[in-house]
């Protein structure tokens, strides 16, 4: 998933909080500066009295706008210091999957809090997402594995896709065919005018820097300020770099693990090779020898992922010292396997809004050629290709295909990238850039998905941007935070880049 990050916690959380319908319970009085919004009835939100809940309706289909309607929840927090109100800050998160209203709910967390005082913050779930109609597939306790070995596996698991496709049709109604993300981007206008903004700002992360930059495409003059923090390309269209560049970044991240595995005290490798541990394990997984203490087989694809995962996050420091315990234990005594989680929207968003073909098996065998070549000790970089395979089958056409980014008029648009980032790849980050005039790119040297709140210099930069649309000089860096291995301290206000100061 690409929203573990700011919004980590709310994978958490949405269990935890069961949607269901608002409670009627008296509006609390508006304030002076806030727009009436008389589009949306707001009330206070069940699990939140002080932020508001409520829906927008929107067509299924937006090619036929008098056509049936669903319900979008939206939330809205609103700004501490309503005379000093900036205007409305819409929160698009990560997956696809995330929830914008939990992300409403929980902003107090996840945002910094002079943006609270200044703006009402927005979010809402997206089509096919949580309390907006989600999209409903049928449980598979096993379905065929995404690493096919021959062209009857790749037949079993495109034919599986097409039917599971089919049952979550059935499941979920109409909208199951009309999540794309141009579709949601209309309904977040759709939003706008009903709170009676103007213009708005918004923040996306991950996946949901993907909405923001279509509806920057779609509706330039309605951007106040827009920050897309850890990118999706939309412009990508070859199969084959989409997937080395996520295996790329994988292979060289691991590679600053093992350089910090040998001189830290802190992991179990310390005087080994971890390069040549990874290689050992996967040596034995590909022979069927690797077991997990149950006797189970631990496959080279489990094994891949699960080094992935550890290099995934902002926190993965400490994620890196239990994965050197975990390979080391693994040499001998192995611990169980981590289980997938994905959300039922995650492959329907996805597919609707990318085409990857492939051609047949031979095409998929020599794509992961091509990934081991470009990440020889870890592979592949299991979320990238399994988006790749997971769409074969499921979708007879993606109906928001990618394309050059058209994105015009609008004021300077901020964008910022980790330069080890094993969900949205840095390079991806920089092509964005290219195609959007007056764009800025800030880079943060280290490692870690989604920047804002991960590391001071980013989040400095992007309150600024937010509060006074004044973007950092182009090409500015941000150095990384230092790794666990030393003493040296955290960076502080004092030492912040001179633009920043």
């Given at each position: 998933?690409?929203?573990?990050?700011?919004?980590?916690?709310?994978?958490?959380?949405?269990?935890?909080?069961?949607?269901?319908?608002?409670?009627?319970?008296?509006?609390?009085?508006?304030?002076?500066?806030?727009?009436?919004?008389?589009?949306?009835?707001?009330?206070?939100?069940?699990?939140?009295?002080?932020?508001?809940?409520?829906?927008?309706?929107?067509?299924?289909?937006?090619?036929?706008?008098?056509?049936?309607?669903?319900?979008?929840?939206?939330?809205?927090?609103?700004?501490?210091?309503?005379?000093?109100?900036?205007?409305?800050?819409?929160?698009?998160?990560?997956?696809?999957?995330?929830?914008?209203?939990?992300?409403?709910?929980?902003?107090?967390?996840?945002?910094?809090?002079?943006?609270?005082?200044?703006?009402?913050?927005?979010?809402?779930?997206?089509?096919?997402?949580?309390?907006?109609?989600?999209?409903l597939c049928p449980a598979d306790s096993d379905p065929p594995s995404e690493f096919p070995q021959d062209a009857k596996a790749y037949q079993r698991l495109v034919q599986y896709h097409r039917s599971h496709a089919q049952e979550c049709r059935r499941l979920t109604g109409p909208v199951f065919d009309h999540v794309d993300t141009l579709s949601v981007a209309r309904d977040a206008d759709t939003i706008r005018q009903a709170l009676g903004e103007r213009q708005i700002s918004l923040y996306g992360e991950s996946y949901g820097t993907l909405l923001g930059q279509q509806y920057a495409e779609e509706y330039p003059g309605r951007v106040r300020a827009l920050v897309l923090d850890s990118n999706m390309d939309h412009s990508i269209t070859d199969v084959r770099q989409y997937l080395v560049a996520g295996s790329d970044?994988?292979?060289?991240?691991?590679?600053?693990?093992?350089?910090?595995?040998?001189?830290?005290?802190?992991?179990?490798?310390?005087?080994?090779?971890?390069?040549?541990?990874?290689?050992?394990?996967?040596?034995?997984?590909?022979?069927?020898?690797?077991?997990?203490?149950?006797?189970?087989?631990?496959?080279?694809?489990?094994?891949?992922?699960?080094?992935?995962?550890?290099?995934?996050?902002?926190?993965?420091?400490?994620?890196?010292?239990?994965?050197?315990?975990?390979?080391?234990?693994?040499?001998?005594?192995?611990?169980?396997?981590?289980?997938?989680?994905?959300?039922?929207?995650?492959?329907?968003?996805?597919?609707?809004?990318?085409?990857?073909?492939?051609?047949?098996?031979?095409?998929?065998?020599?794509?992961?050629?091509?990934?081991?070549?470009?990440?020889?000790?870890?592979?592949?970089?299991?979320?990238?290709?399994?988006?790749?395979?997971?769409?074969?089958?499921?979708?007879?056409?993606?109906?928001?295909?990618?394309?050059?980014?058209?994105?015009?008029?609008?004021?300077?648009?901020?964008?910022?990238?980790?330069?080890?980032?094993?969900?949205?790849?840095?390079?991806?980050?920089?092509?964005?850039?290219?195609?959007?005039?007056?764009?800025?790119?800030?880079?943060?040297?280290?490692?870690?998905?989604?920047?804002?709140?991960?590391?001071?210099?980013?989040?400095?930069?992007?309150?600024?941007?937010?509060?006074?649309?004044?973007?950092?000089?182009?090409?500015?860096?941000?150095?990384?935070?230092?790794?666990?291995?030393?003493?040296?301290?955290?960076?502080?206000?004092?030492?912040?880049?001179?633009?920043?100061?």
């Amino acid at each position: 998933m690409r929203w573990i990050g700011l919004v980590s916690l709310l994978s958490l959380v949405s269990v935890l909080l069961l949607p269901g319908p608002v409670s009627a319970v008296e509006m609390r009085p508006w304030t002076a500066a806030s727009p009436a919004g008389k589009g949306i009835d707001w009330e206070p939100c069940p699990e939140d009295p002080w932020v508001e809940c409520g829906t927008v309706s929107v067509p299924v289909d937006w090619a036929r706008p008098a056509g049936a309607k669903i319900d979008i929840a939206v939330a809205r927090r609103p700004a501490l210091a309503p005379r000093e109100r900036i205007g409305s800050l819409f929160v698009l998160p990560g997956g696809p999957g995330g929830s914008g209203v939990d992300f409403s709910l929980f902003a107090g967390d996840l945002l910094e809090p002079e943006i609270l005082r200044r703006f009402d913050v927005i979010g809402f779930d997206a089509r096919g997402i949580g309390r907006s109609h989600p999209v409903l597939c049928p449980a598979d306790s096993d379905p065929p594995s995404e690493f096919p070995q021959d062209a009857k596996a790749y037949q079993r698991l495109v034919q599986y896709h097409r039917s599971h496709a089919q049952e979550c049709r059935r499941l979920t109604g109409p909208v199951f065919d009309h999540v794309d993300t141009l579709s949601v981007a209309r309904d977040a206008d759709t939003i706008r005018q009903a709170l009676g903004e103007r213009q708005i700002s918004l923040y996306g992360e991950s996946y949901g820097t993907l909405l923001g930059q279509q509806y920057a495409e779609e509706y330039p003059g309605r951007v106040r300020a827009l920050v897309l923090d850890s990118n999706m390309d939309h412009s990508i269209t070859d199969v084959r770099q989409y997937l080395v560049a996520g295996s790329d970044v994988v292979e060289e991240t691991y590679r600053q693990f093992a350089a910090w595995c040998s001189k830290s005290p802190r992991c179990a490798l310390r005087g080994q090779d971890a390069l040549k541990v990874l290689d050992g394990l996967l040596a034995r997984a590909d022979r069927g020898e690797l077991k997990d203490p149950a006797g189970s087989t631990i496959t080279p694809d489990a094994l891949v992922e699960t080094v992935r995962r550890a290099m995934y996050g902002p926190n993965s420091f400490t994620g890196w010292a239990s994965l050197g315990t975990y390979l080391t234990r693994l040499q001998g005594r192995t611990p169980a396997r981590v289980p997938d989680w994905y959300p039922d929207a995650y492959q329907a968003i996805l597919c609707s809004d990318f085409s990857f073909p492939v051609r047949d098996f031979e095409h998929l065998n020599s794509l992961m050629a091509a990934s081991r070549r470009a990440a020889p000790h870890t592979r592949v970089n299991a979320l990238t290709w399994t988006d790749i395979t997971g769409c074969q089958g499921f979708l007879t056409r993606a109906r928001n295909p990618q394309h050059r980014y058209r994105i015009k008029g609008t004021p300077p648009i901020l964008l910022t990238n980790s330069r080890y980032d094993v969900a949205t790849p840095y390079s991806r980050a920089t092509h964005v850039a290219r195609q959007i005039p007056g764009a800025v790119l800030l880079t943060y040297d280290g490692i870690g998905h989604v920047n804002y709140i991960s590391n001071a210099c980013s989040t400095a930069a992007i309150n600024r941007y937010l509060l006074t649309l004044r973007t950092p000089p182009p090409g500015t860096h941000c150095p990384a935070e230092p790794l666990p291995a030393t003493d040296t301290p955290a960076m502080s206000d004092n030492n912040f880049p001179r633009w920043l100061r």
